[in-house]
């Protein structure tokens, strides 16, 4: 086997509705999800024993517990049941750059990485849908990454509709270095005023265009922001600057500016950087891949 490289983009919700909470403690959800240029980059090699999960960044696990690790171990385990898989150990390198902890679905898009270059490296035995399933049991957002462009997502997330009907935006991503725990916003989300508010910004997008006035929701931004003051501050900053729209991507802690002119995102992410009080943010520049 050689070594094997693939990119794995980040994301961002555009659009974020929590319905209900399930008996199965996971909750309903209705949520536009869109892949952007913004990537870690994975590389896979074969030899020595077990798994092995090589990366510089601090906040990466190392060992199996990592989400890229158990989805080498599942497929393998999966396609080559009661079989030697054809290869005794794996290596996964993750250079990474998509920030931890900060809702843009990193760990979930490494894993859907590995599934979809494992498979078709063995000359894929697994199709779309079933590799999408696999990805469902590792996390929620797994599939989403598979599936590969920006879609609709119901149920846990896992329920995706290709959605075609976006326009080109640049998103101009500020990470506060703030690492939010999603498990923790979802305990302290009041669902009763979701409830109470779902009536003023429940939309429907059949065949509509995203509109940025309109859509741009996330029940989850409340319950962050009060832990994390900075998330306001970032979205009034942007704003300011001259974004159409500003938001916090899934449980946070990144916010996102969207500029229909990419030279304008460049302007105002230089603005930023240069601006000494923000010294503790890291900022990105990337394209939604529509």
């Known amino acids: 086997m050689e070594a094997l490289h693939v990119k794995a983009p980040a994301k961002i919700n555009l659009f974020l509705r929590i319905i209900g909470k399930r008996p199965?403690?996971?909750?309903?959800?209705?949520?536009?999800?869109?892949?952007?240029?913004l990537y870690d980059t994975l590389t896979l090699s074969?030899?020595?024993?077990?798994?092995?999960?090589?990366?510089?960044?601090?906040?990466?696990?190392?060992?199996?517990?990592?989400?890229?690790?158990?989805?080498?171990?599942?497929?393998?385990?999966?396609?080559?049941?009661?079989?030697?898989?054809?290869?005794?150990?794996?290596?996964?390198?993750?250079?990474?750059?998509?920030?931890?902890?900060?809702?843009?679905?990193?760990?979930?898009?490494?894993?859907a990485a590995v599934?979809?270059?494992?498979?078709?490296?063995?000359?894929?035995?697994?199709?779309?849908?079933?590799?999408?399933?696999?990805?469902?049991?590792?996390?929620?957002?797994?599939?989403?990454?598979?599936?590969g462009r920006p879609a609709l997502a119901t149920g846990i997330g896992d329920r995706l509709e290709p959605f075609p009907y976006l326009t080109p935006w640049t998103a101009l991503l500020v990470y506060p270095n703030e690492v939010v725990s999603?498990?923790?916003?979802?305990?302290?989300?009041?669902?009763?005023?979701?409830?109470?508010?779902?009536?003023?910004?429940?939309?429907?997008?059949?065949g509509r265009l995203f509109n940025v006035d309109e859509h741009l929701v996330n029940d989850l931004e409340p319950v962050t922001k009060k832990a994390f003051p900075v998330i306001g501050d970032i979205k009034r900053l942007l704003l300011a600057h001259g974004a159409a729209g500003a938001m916090m991507s899934g449980s946070g802690s990144t916010v996102f500016g969207?500029?229909?002119?990419?030279?304008?995102?460049?302007?105002?992410?230089?603005?930023?950087?240069?601006?000494?009080?923000?010294?503790n943010w890291t900022l990105y520049i990337a394209d939604l891949l529509i």
């Open 24 to 37: 199965d403690g996971y909750h309903d959800l209705h949520t536009l999800m869109c892949p952007l240029a």
């Open 46 to 111: 074969a030899g020595g024993k077990g798994m092995v999960i090589d990366c510089d960044h601090p906040g990466v696990p190392k060992d199996e517990s990592n989400l890229a690790a158990r989805a080498a171990h599942l497929f393998l385990q999966t396609v080559y049941a009661g079989n030697t898989p054809p290869v005794s150990g794996l290596t996964i390198h993750i250079d990474k750059k998509i920030p931890v902890g900060a809702g843009l679905g990193g760990g979930s898009s490494d894993a």
């Open 115 to 147: 599934l979809y270059t494992l498979n078709d490296y063995f000359g894929r035995p697994l199709s779309r849908p079933e590799l999408m399933a696999m990805g469902a049991r590792l996390g929620a957002d797994v599939p989403f990454f598979i599936l």
């Open 182 to 206: 999603t498990a923790w916003v979802y305990k302290n989300l009041n669902l009763r005023l979701t409830k109470d508010e779902k009536k003023l910004s429940k939309f429907h997008f059949d």
């Open 258 to 279: 969207l500029f229909a002119d990419p030279e304008r995102a460049i302007s105002v992410c230089t603005a930023l950087c240069d601006n000494q009080q923000n010294k």
